[in-house]
């Protein structure tokens, strides 16, 4: 099982609360651990916005999303009294709504020409064990999906959002995940790939590969 906290341990451990420790109590370590799960939250919302930023043409919708980066981050170079007042489910719906909008952008340009997808590749999808070798993925909206052990086996997976997907033990050998949008590396690292699968620039190969 692989975990990844977006660089939230080491914002709260060193900047945060730099002279204290969860095990200086209960109380302590109540307010350390609920710091460090919101800007855990706020850091992926982070990692997802900057990475989406690139990949719209929409002038309105990129400074939404500067807009959103400078809050967030402000939020939490303000220090820990910041950080336990912002209204997490308030902020992540924003941030849905920028991404959703993103997602549907980047995916349109992939079927201009009318063509059909599999019925079976919707939000939410339960493709545990699914072969999909011969499916062409490029662009599907697959957000929230179980690709639990999917064989992925040199699929094109460009502009496919894979937000939230569980790729727990998929089988992504010689597949091309460079331009998948909102790949994590927590995602990539349950997966199991080799050396001809190819990650986007930002993100390393898991060791193993």
């Known amino acids: 099982m692989s975990f990844d906290c977006f660089g939230a341990g080491q914002r709260v451990s060193t900047t ?8 200086d109590g209960d109380a302590t370590a109540r307010t350390v651990f609920s710091a460090f799960e ?13 990475r989406v930023r690139t990949r719209s043409h929409d002038s309105d ?14 939020a939490v170079d303000a220090g820990a009294t910041s950080v336990l007042a912002v209204d997490v489910t ?18 349109a340009a992939y079927f201009a020409d009318g063509a059909a997808t599999d019925a079976r590749l919707v939000p939410q999808a339960d493709l545990a064990g699914a072969d999909l ?18 064989d992925l086996r040199r699929s094109d997976l460009t502009g496919c959002d894979l937000l939230g997907v569980d790729l727990r ?12 949008l909102f790949l994590t590396r927590t995602q990539l690292a349950s ?5 001809n699968t190819r990650v986007p620039v930002d ?7």
């Not at 033990?169 to 998948?180: K, Q």
Request: charged letters at 25%.
């Open 169 to 180: 033990g998929a089988d992504v050998r010689g597949a091309d995940l460079r331009d998948a």
């Open 61 to 74: 919708l990129t400074d939404e999303v500067d807009l959103l980066c400078a809050e967030i981050s402000a």
């Open 16 to 23: 945060m609360f730099p002279a204290a420790s969860w095990r």
């Open 90 to 107: 308030f902020v992540r719906g924003r941030v849905r709504q920028v991404l959703d909008t993103v997602s549907a952008e980047v995916r």
């Open 38 to 50: 919101v800007v855990m939250d706020l850091h992926e919302m982070l990692w997802h916005l900057t």
């Open 203 to 209: 993100l390393e190969v898991p060791p193993g590969w």
């Open 133 to 150: 070798r011969d499916v062409w993925l490029v662009g599907a909206d697959l957000r929230g999906a179980s690709l639990v052990g999917a």
């Open 191 to 195: 997966a199991s790939g080799d050396r």
